[in-house]
């Protein structure tokens, strides 16, 4: 990815996973910011090196999936859950 989308990526994870509820958010936020800058100081000069930032951007790409479809959730249907017993 350019550099600029993984610009973006890092942004988006970081918006989402602010509006996580967790008690564990800030370990989490620390965990995200600590990965991207330890991808950043890899030059990308060897195979293994570009294997290690091409995993690393598909899991972070994931796990924006993952942190987007529960704080639209959230954000959308909160009202809407209703819970009836004994039909």
Request: overall charge positive.
């Amino acid at each position: 990815l350019p550099r600029s989308s993984i610009l973006s990526l890092y942004r988006s994870i970081l918006r989402h996973a602010a509006a996580f509820p967790s008690t564990k958010r800030r370990g989490m936020l620390r965990e995200i910011r600590t990965e991207f800058r330890h991808g950043a100081t890899l030059n990308n000069q060897t195979d293994e090196e570009r294997q290690i930032c091409h995993q690393q951007q598909s899991r972070a790409v994931d796990g924006l999936k993952m942190l987007q479809q529960y704080v639209n959730l959230n954000e959308k249907n909160t009202g809407a859950w209703s819970l009836q017993l004994g039909r």
